[in-house]
């Protein structure tokens, strides 16, 4: 049986922290591209052109937001 106790926790590999570190990334751009993408199709939709702006801006402001939050605690 083994004990799952922090103290007992065998260290990350470093493979494995830089493929979470790189989905955390991805993350962090797909939430910065997404909004600005619906913009653009909702602007070719209803024929507008305001839209994609306000997609880019809520997208970038959101993503660095999660970025911040996530690197915050990392040291």
């Known amino acids: 049986m ?7 926790r065998p260290p990350h590999s470093p493979i494995g922290e830089a493929l979470s570190w790189a989905s955390r990334i991805m993350s962090v751009g797909m939430a910065m ?3 600005a993408a ?22 970038f ?3 660095l937001t999660w970025l911040v939050r996530m690197t915050v605690g990392q040291k």
């Open 2 to 8: 083994t004990n799952s106790s922090p103290q007992h």
């Open 33 to 35: 591209f997404v909004p």
């Open 38 to 59: 619906i913009g653009g199709w909702l602007d070719d939709r209803l024929g507008t052109e305001v839209l994609a702006a306000v997609g880019l801006i809520l997208g």
């Open 61 to 63: 402001v959101a993503g």
